[in-house]
């Protein structure tokens, strides 16, 4: 592949498919999970969520061989499109700030690292949970999958 794949149009078209989703999935979840006492719980558990299961689908994908094929398609369409817009650190960011702003530093510092150290744990435990996985399924062979 000569050109980045940020210029073929295949693939920019399956990120937003897959964004279309994540961002329906977040705000969806959204409306239903609590939020108690205006504390941003919804955006915690939607973005540990989004780390573990990138952290599983990345690392799931590696060690089934390049990043090619499917593999790069659902990379492209579930790692960077439905979780990348499932995820939201816009959302943590402002939502942060208000805690801040509101008067409640216990609650903003307690928000940042359960968000930050929590996200980092997920992403761990996600790619532990995959590399369990791999090594206890045979790899099948992927027959489909090419240089592009």
């Known amino acids: 592949m000569s050109r980045p794949l940020h210029l073929y149009p295949q693939y920019l078209a ?17 409306l239903v999970l609590p939020a108690p006492g205006h504390w941003p719980l919804p955006t915690l558990l939607v973005n ?3 780390a573990f299961a990138l952290g599983w689908l990345l690392e799931g994908l590696a060690r ?5 094929g ?9 790692g960077t499109g ?11 960011s402002l ?16 928000y940042l690292a359960a968000s930050l ?10 790619i532990l949970a995959a590399g369990r996985r791999t090594e206890r399924a045979p790899q099948a062979a992927d027959t489909k999958d090419g240089a592009r």
């Open 14 to 30: 399956l990120v937003a498919a897959g964004g279309v989703f994540g961002t329906l999935a977040r705000y969806g979840l959204g």
């Open 48 to 50: 540990l969520s989004g």
């Open 117 to 126: 150290l929590g996200g980092t744990v997920a992403t761990f435990l996600g």
């Open 95 to 110: 939502e942060a700030v208000q805690l801040f702003d509101a008067g409640r530093q216990a609650d903003g510092f307690g």
């Open 70 to 78: 499917r593999r790069r398609l659902l990379r492209l369409t579930a």
């Open 64 to 68: 089934r061989g390049p990043d090619a």
């Open 82 to 92: 439905f979780l990348g817009a499932f995820t939201t650190y816009s959302t943590f």
